[in-house]
C-alpha cells in the first residue's frame, strides 16, 4: 500500500487514539506499520482528523501552520470546570437581559492575535506534567497565557430564548474554541460553555471529502488505497522546487545543491521568518522538492541564503528511487 494520509471524521465520544487504532488494524493486513493523527480532537469532538500512513507520518510536523475550521454552539449561563457541558457545573446564571448586539459586540473582539490561557482540563505541560493530570488531583497550577490567530469568527445563529450561540470560527493550531466560549460568556457577563463542536477543515483537508472509522473497517486494503491522499498535498504552505534526475538522485542521498540548479516553481507562502519548525529552520525557507524528469517527490529541503544552497530538511525518496 502506498504512504499517505486519510482523512476521518471522528465521532463523538471517540478519542483521536480509537480512529488511529482502527486504522492501524484494518491495515496491518496491508503490511502498513506506523499511523498518526494530526491536530487532536477532544473525545466529545468531531469532524475532520487527518491520519497519517507509513511514510507520511514523518511529514505530521510541517502541518503546525495549518489554520482550522470549527462549527461551535455555545450555551449561556453555565459555567463548568472543563469549559463544556460535559464538565461539573459550577454556577447556572441569568442571561435573560442578553441582548443580539450585546452578543454580537462580546464575540467581535476575538478576531486577529489574542491571549488565551489553557483550560485546566487540557493536554498543556506545566513543569512536565498535563494541565488535566493536575486537575484531576484537585490541584490548582498556573497557566501561562498564550497567544493564538483567530482568522475569522462568523455568527450562524443566536438564539436567546434557550440561550444558545453558534458560529464558526477559523484559527491557528493551539486555539481552545471551548476557551473562547468561556471569555464570551465572561464577557457578557453570564458565563458561557461549549455544547458541540465539529472542525469542518484541517489544513487543505474538508469534513466533506472525510469517512468515518466504522465505513473503513468494512473496505478492503484497496479500496481504501483510493481514498488516501498524496502526502505532499498538505504542504501547500511550503515552497515548490524541482531539479533534474542526476541532481535529485543526489539531493536525495542527503546532499546539497546550488541554488542556481533549482528551479523554484513557488515561493513559501510563509514569510516570518521567526516560526522554525523542529530543527531550526525557517518555515519561509522551507520548500517540497522534486524531480523534473520524474515529478516524483523527494522530500522537504531549506534554501540557506548565506551558502546560496538547498539543504535535505527531510527526505523521503532513498536515492535510487529518486530517478525512476
Known amino acids: ?26 491495515l496491518r493486513k496491508a503490511g502498513v506499520k506506523k499511523a498518526g493523527h494530526g491536530g487532536t480532537l477532544d473525545p466529545m469532538a468531531c469532524g475532520v482528523l487527518p491520519v497519517f500512513i507509513g511514510k507520511a507520518t514523518r511529514l505530521m510536523e510541517y502541518t503546525d501552520l495549518d489554520e482550522k475550521t470549527y462549527r461551535c454552539t455555545a450555551k449561556l449561563g453555565l459555567v463548568t470546570d472543563t469549559q463544556d457541558i460535559w464538565g461539573q457545573v459550577l454556577a447556572e ?4 437581559g442578553i441582548t443580539e448586539d450585546a452578543v454580537r459586540k462580546a464575540l467581535g473582539a476575538f478576531h486577529g492575535e489574542i491571549e488565551q490561557t489553557p483550560p485546566r482540563y487540557s493536554a498543556v505541560k506545566v513543569d512536565g506534567k498535563r494541565l ?8 490548582e497550577v498556573e497557566a501561562k497565557p498564550r ?6 469568527l462568523a455568527i450562524e445563529d443566536i ?31 453570564c458565563g458561557a460553555t461549549m455544547s458541540q463542536l465539529t472542525r469542518t477543515a484541517s489544513g487543505v483537508f474538508r469534513l466533506a471529502h472525510s469517512i468515518s472509522p466504522e465505513a473503513l473497517k468494512t473496505m478492503e486494503a484497496g479500496e481504501i488505497e483510493t481514498l488516501m491522499v498524496d502526502i505532499d498535498q498538505p504542504l501547500v ?67 540557506d541564503q548565506k551558502e546560496n544552497l538547498l539543504k535535505a530538511d527531510k527526505i523521503l525518496t532513498a536515492g535510487q528511487q529518486a530517478v525512476k
Not at 257 to 275: A, C, F, H, M, Y
Open 1 to 26: 500500500m502506498k504512504d499517505g494520509i486519510l482523512v476521518l471524521n471522528k465521532p463523538q465520544n471517540w478519542t483521536s487514539h480509537d480512529c488511529v487504532a482502527v486504522c492501524r488494524s484494518v
Open 93 to 96: 446564571k441569568d442571561f435573560s
Open 132 to 139: 488535566y493530570e493536575y486537575a484531576r488531583k484537585g490541584i
Open 147 to 152: 497567544r493564538v490567530f483567530i482568522n475569522s
Open 159 to 189: 438564539d436567546l430564548e434557550n440561550g444558545e450561540v453558534s458560529f464558526e470560527v477559523s484559527c491557528s493550531k493551539g486555539t481552545y474554541i471551548r476557551t473562547i466560549c468561556s471569555d464570551f460568556g465572561q464577557a457578557l457577563g
Open 237 to 303: 504552505f511550503l515552497g515548490k522546487a524541482c531539479m533534474p534526475s542526476d541532481r535529485a538522485k543526489y539531493f536525495a542521498m542527503g546532499n546539497s545543491i546550488r541554488w542556481n540548479q533549482v528551479t523554484v516553481l513557488e515561493t513559501p507562502k510563509v514569510t516570518d521568518s521567526g516560526r522554525l519548525n523542529k530543527r531550526g529552520r525557517s518555515y519561509g525557507s522551507l520548500y517540497r522538492v522534486y524531480c523534473s524528469d520524474t515529478s516524483l517527490f523527494l522530500g522537504v529541503g531549506y534554501y
